[in-house]
């Protein structure tokens, strides 16, 4: 089993900047896809970003604002999310999943969720 532990959410004023992370334990998850969704309540989860395979791929939402980066060892990403808008006030929720062949964007690709750690950005 993999457990996800984010952290790093807060407020924050719309144009500024926050970098989330998520702690992946007990297993290694070096050679996994890892990286985020959103949600917002009563909302579906929303794709934000992966790392798979040393590519990154990003929703158009979030594209040039937002970076995915990962530790050396592989079991720490990084969400850095600059010029934040009140939009992505949401839930930011780590994931991690071994290869599939469901979709990047997709929720079902990922097998291992955390908790979420709450961004608010207010105008």
């Known amino acids: 089993q993999v457990q996800l532990v984010e952290s790093g959410g807060r407020w924050v004023q719309a144009g500024g900047s926050l970098r989330l992370s998520c702690a992946a334990s007990?297993?290694?998850?070096?050679?996994?896809?890892m990286g985020w969704f959103r949600q917002a309540p009563g909302k579906e989860r929303e794709f934000v970003g992966v790392?798979?395979?040393?590519?990154?791929y990003y929703a158009d939402s979030v594209k040039g604002r937002f970076t995915i980066s990962r530790d050396n060892g592989g079991n720490t990403v990084y969400l850095q999310m600059n010029s934040l808008k009140p939009e992505d006030t949401d839930v930011y929720l780590c994931?991690?999943?071994?290869?599939?062949?469901?979709?990047?964007?997709?929720?079902?690709?990922?097998?291992?969720w955390g908790q979420g750690t709450q961004v608010t950005v207010s105008s």
């Open positions: 994931v991690a999943a071994g290869q599939n062949y469901y979709s990047f964007y997709e929720a079902r690709r990922y097998r291992y």
């Open positions: 007990g297993r290694t998850v070096s050679t996994y896809d």
């Open positions: 790392w798979s395979g040393g590519r990154i």
